[in-house]
């Protein structure tokens, strides 16, 4: 089934430690995005990029860093991490060219740094 | 900044009557609106889209744009408990940057 994959689901992370958030799409899409999701705050945008080999800060960069080296990989990853970053994260996609098209969601990771 | 904005609610609902869900955007620019459902624990699912003024209609759902007044609302007919969930407001910039707002919630009570 075409889509996003997001790995891990969730994981328990120390804080000060260091991990990547995996995101791969297989429908060629140019455009992916990095959210969080936090409760009462809604989706709120990190890092995206517009085609491989650019990326983008959004709304909530500090503490992340991304790459696009091809067109279906764009992990995310923290340095360091802090409590503040316990979150929901949800990588996106989209068309970029179709303006009723939207985004396709990963089914998240649900991220908990103790 | 460009903000959407949305009721958190709860908004409750009888099972069989019309839920409307409205949200509000602030940057004119705006080029097209999208509504998401979201369960608990899940990602958001792409409902409708619509970027005309006036009405879309799919199935039990209709979009309703107004950009004069810049707001777009979700209609929900025959509201079933299954429809309960949180739902997410985006709007489109430049083709490839959407804005969501925080979601609001629907119960539908049977």
């Known amino acids: 089934t075409a889509g996003i994959t997001q790995a891990p689901t969730s994981q328990i992370l120390a804080a000060g430690r260091s991990m990547t958030l995996r995101c791969t799409q297989d429908m060629r899409h140019n455009a992916m995005y990095w959210y969080r999701q936090d409760l009462g705050l809604g989706l709120r945008l990190i890092h995206y990029?517009?085609?491989?080999?650019?990326?983008g800060k959004g709304e909530v960069p500090d503490g992340y860093s991304v790459s696009r080296a091809n067109t279906d990989d764009f992990p995310l990853t923290l340095a360091s991490a802090v409590p503040s970053q316990t979150s929901v994260y949800f990588c996106a996609s989209s068309d970029g060219r179709d303006r009723e098209s939207g985004y396709t969601f990963g089914s998240g990771t649900r991220l908990t740094v103790v | 900044q460009k903000e959407v904005e949305q009721n958190s609610g709860p908004l409750s609902v009888p099972e069989g009557a019309i839920a409307s869900l409205n949200c509000t955007y602030s940057d004119r620019v705006s080029q097209s609106f999208f509504w998401y459902r979201q369960y608990s624990g899940k990602s958001p699912e792409l409902i409708m889209s619509?970027?005309?003024?006036g009405d879309k209609e799919d199935g039990r759902f209709t979009a309703q744009l107004n950009k004069a007044s810049q707001y777009v609302s979700l209609l929900i007919r025959d509201s079933q408990p299954s429809d309960s969930a949180t739902y997410l407001c985006a709007v489109l910039y430049n083709f490839n940057k959407f804005y969501f707002g925080s979601g609001t919630k629907l119960n539908v009570k049977p």
């Open positions: 619509i970027y005309s003024n």
């Open positions: 990029s517009n085609t491989a080999g650019t990326t």
